[in-house]
């Protein structure tokens, strides 16, 4: 998977997450949320760019990602 997508821009990140919305339109809300909440979190709770001198990006995804988790438990 190409990951990069994650430490986009945060509009940019926003555009990819309707998105995949829109990919999985046929599933319920509720639904949705559990496990997009699931996939980020996993994603999380691991290093993403393993890479010297990709701190910069790690850390704009992290960012992308948690600001994500907040909005869906919202």
Same mark, same amino acid.
């Given at each position: 998977a190409d990951l990069f997508v994650l430490a986009s821009k945060p509009?940019?990140?926003l555009v990819y997450v309707r998105a995949i919305?829109?990919?999985?339109?046929?599933? $319920?809300?509720?639904l949705w949320r559990q496990?997009? &909440?699931q996939v980020l979190e996993q994603l999380v709770s691991q290093p993403i760019?393993?890479? $010297?001198g990709q701190e910069q990006l790690e850390a704009l &995804?992290?960012?992308n990602m948690k600001d994500?988790?907040?909005t869906i438990a919202s």
């Open positions: 509009l940019d990140y919305r829109q990919e999985y339109a046929a599933v $319920p809300d509720q496990g997009r &909440a760019f393993s890479l $010297p &995804a992290r960012q994500e988790l907040w």
